[in-house]
């Protein structure tokens, strides 16, 4: 992932804090999937079982994109959308595998 400066591509990655949620509303949809594999590499490392995709509810477009992404993923164990306290269809619950 790489940050834009005046309408450039940096070359060096952009280091962000991992929590475990990730709002996607930063990102430009051509992004967002690459944003969630790397995020749920950087979640498994960090030894979470649980993350939480905040993709907005808008359209569903990007739900759809994201949960279409996540049925096959490696990583992913289950996901659901999450609770109404937690961004109900606005946002996706990852259950994610155990590190090997």
Sequence with gaps: ???????NASEEPVELPIEDFLDLHP???KEILEVVD?????????????VRLIHGKGTGFQRDRIQQRLRDHPLVESFRD????????GATVVHLKAAE
């Design 1 to 7: 992932m790489t940050e834009e400066r005046d309408g």
């Design 38 to 50: 790397s995020y749920l590499e950087a979640a498994v490392e960090h030894g979470w079982r649980e």
């Design 82 to 89: 999450a609770p109404a306290s937690r961004g109900h269809w």
């Design 27 to 29: 990102f430009r949809p």
